[in-house]
């Protein structure tokens, strides 16, 4: 049996200079050989590697990580998945940080639930991508959690196979029920008031000072999460929107199951009938959480306030 063409290094990295020095190396590595090649990581480390690469840079796709996987469930299809389908008959190099110091604990579930979703994401091709984590900065949850979640290694003294690695768990460990909210406007829905949800939502939103685009974002992702718990959630469900955090939440529950942990992470083709749903609302939201279990499905869309 061969062994799969997909690699998931993890990179423990201490200070500027060893991540520069690490990732400028895997980044030349791909160029001496020809191999297509996309950074994204944040703003700052961008900016470092850009300087250290000089006019090798123009050669690789550079992506804010902050701004393009601010919402982790995007990562996969939006970013990692769009590029490397640019190259179908190429071996690909991608450097992919989602993780970094700044952020939040609500985030960090949907973190790391990204980083075990990748290995099956991208079984099979030929792919690499290399995860950065600061081992100075983050907490040692965090840095265990890496562990789980990528079957290599690497550090300053080298590389080695990942005797934790447990994707399944982490995954299974994170998709537990959310804490309910101090306050909430709910309405439950079937296929005669969908329209009532949205209106809803937007209403919440416009309260909330949404205008334009990010309005329109709203209501969209609240008429996709209604359409999924029509067709697929036993008809009907509970739209609930609220604030918190910065955040205005929109919440959508019903009796579905959904077993296939890609869900919303896979670019369709336009041309291909079937659901979107979830796919669109990774895509609008700054940030996706989801419990999903025999007895049903919570999807909570965060919007960022500012």
């Known amino acids: 049996m061969l ?6 290094p993890a990179l423990f990295y201490r200070g500027d200079r060893e991540y520069v020095a690490a990732v400028t190396a895997y980044v030349r590595e791909g160029l001496a050989r020809v191999e297509p090649v996309a950074v994204a990581v944040p703003a700052e480390r961008l900016a470092l590697l850009e300087t250290a690469l000089a006019g090798e840079a123009d050669r690789v796709m550079l992506v804010d990580m902050t701004h393009a996987g601010r919402n982790p469930g995007r990562i996969i299809p939006a970013v990692l998945a769009e590029f490397a389908d640019r190259h179908p008959a190429e071996r690909v190099r991608i450097v992919g940080e989602p993780i970094w110091p700044g952020r939040s604990a609500l985030e960090y579930p949907a973190c790391a639930l990204h980083e075990a979703l990748i290995n099956y994401a991208f079984t099979g091709r030929q792919v690499t991508i290399l ?30 196979h990942s005797a934790d690695y447990a994707p399944d768990q982490v995954i299974t460990w994170h998709n537990q029920p959310f804490p ?7 309405l439950r829905f079937d ?19 949404f205008t334009g685009t990010r309005l329109d974002d709203v209501r969209l992702v609240i008429a ?83």
């Not at 309910?180 to 709910?186: H, V, Y």
């Not at 329209?195 to 000072?209: D, E, I, K, N």
């Open 180 to 186: 309910e909210p101090r306050a909430a406007i709910s």
């Open 3 to 8: 062994a799969d063409p997909f690699t998931h």
């Open 224 to 306: 996709e999460l209604g359409a999924n718990s029509l067709d697929h959630g036993g008809g009907s469900g509970l739209a609930r929107v609220w604030s918190a955090d910065g955040h205005l939440v929109c919440e959508v529950s019903d009796a579905g199951h959904i077993t296939d942990p890609l869900a919303g992470r896979r670019l369709v083709d336009p041309r291909m009938a079937g659901s979107r749903g979830l796919l669109i609302v990774n895509l609008l939201s700054d940030l996706v959480r989801v419990h999903t279990h025999a007895g049903g499905t919570v999807v909570r869309a965060y919007f960022a306030m500012t």
């Open 131 to 160: 995860c950065p984590y600061d081992a100075e900065r983050l907490p040692p949850e965090v840095l265990k959690e890496a562990t789980r979640t990528h079957p290599v290694l690497r550090d300053a003294s080298g590389e080695r």
């Open 191 to 209: 296929h005669t008031n969908l329209a009532a949800a949205r209106a809803l939502a937007a209403s919440q939103a416009a309260l909330a000072g």
